[in-house]
C-alpha cells in the first residue's frame, strides 16, 4: 500500500511535528479491517426471499398452474397432493439455488466491498480504530496526549482517535481537516500524501494547545503501523 518513500516521509513527519508538542500522533493503514462474512449470507438471504415472489408476480406462475391443471380429471386427491409437492419443492429449490448463487456471488472480495452497507464498514473501523488507540494509550500516562489516524484502504474509512481532553481543547475542524486528508490521499491514490499532510495539520493543533516542555518522550514508534 505505502512505498518505502512514503514511510520514510510519513517517519519524518510525525518526528517533526512531535518536536513541537508533548503530545505523540500514532499512524495506522490497514487493508481492511473484516471479511464481513456475514454479509454474502445476508444478501443470499433477502434474494431466495424476494426473487420467487417476484417470479410470481411477473406471471410465471402460470406455467405452473396449467402444468397442473393440465393434468386435472378426475385423479384422486393422492395425485393433486403429487402435484403440490412437486410444486413446493420446485420453489424450495429455486430459493436454495438462489441462496446459493447469491452468496457465491457477494464472496468474491470485488463484489462484497460494493454490496456492504457503509454504516457496517464505518462501524467496523471505527471499533478498530478505538482498540489500537486503547492498546497504545496503554503506554503513556493520562496527560501524555497523544491522536491516532487509522485509516481502511479497502473500507474507505478514516477515523481520528484522541483524548476527550484534546477533542475540547482542540475542537472538531482539524480533526475533520486530517480525516478528510486521509481521504482525499486514499481517493487520488496516494494515501502516504495523505497521512504526510493530516501528521502536519494535528502537529500544529497539539503544539499550540499542548506545546513542547523541553522533555523527550517519544514513546509510540514515529512509523506507521501497515496491517
Not at 164 to 181: F, L, T
Amino acid at each position: 500500500m505505502l512505498t518505502r518513500d512514503d514511510h520514510a516521509r510519513i517517519t519524518d513527519a510525525i518526528t517533526r511535528a512531535e518536536n513541537r508538542t508533548r503530545g505523540e500522533i500514532f499512524c495506522v493503514l490497514t487493508h481492511e479491517v473484516s471479511r464481513y462474512r456475514e454479509v454474502p449470507l445476508a444478501w443470499a438471504a433477502i434474494a431466495s426471499l424476494l426473487v420467487p415472489p417476484v417470479f410470481v408476480l411477473l406471471g410465471l406462475h402460470r406455467l405452473a398452474l396449467a402444468s397442473i391443471f393440465s393434468s386435472w380429471t378426475d385423479e384422486s386427491a393422492r395425485a393433486m397432493g403429487g402435484l403440490i409437492l412437486r410444486a413446493l419443492t420446485t420453489y424450495s429449490l429455486v430459493q436454495a439455488g438462489i441462496f446459493l448463487v447469491v452468496a457465491l456471488v457477494v464472496s468474491m472480495p470485488a463484489v462484497r466491498r460494493r454490496v456492504t452497507p457503509r454504516f457496517i464498514r464505518r462501524y467496523r473501523v471505527r471499533t478498530a480504530a478505538r482498540h489500537h488507540f486503547a492498546a497504545s494509550g496503554a503506554k503513556l500516562s493520562h496527560d501524555e496526549p497523544h491522536v491516532l489516524i487509522f485509516a481502511s484502504l479497502h473500507d474507505r474509512q478514516v477515523e481520528l482517535v484522541a483524548h476527550d481532553a484534546i477533542h475540547n481543547a482542540v475542537g472538531e475542524g482539524p480533526w475533520n481537516a486530517a480525516v478528510q486528508a486521509v481521504t482525499d490521499g486514499m481517493k487520488a491514490g496516494k494515501p502516504g500524501d495523505g497521512f504526510v499532510r493530516a501528521i502536519e495539520i494535528c502537529g500544529d493543533a497539539l503544539a499550540q494547545h499542548f506545546p513542547s516542555d523541553g522533555r523527550a518522550r517519544n514513546q509510540l514508534p514515529n512509523t506507521i503501523l501497515e496491517t
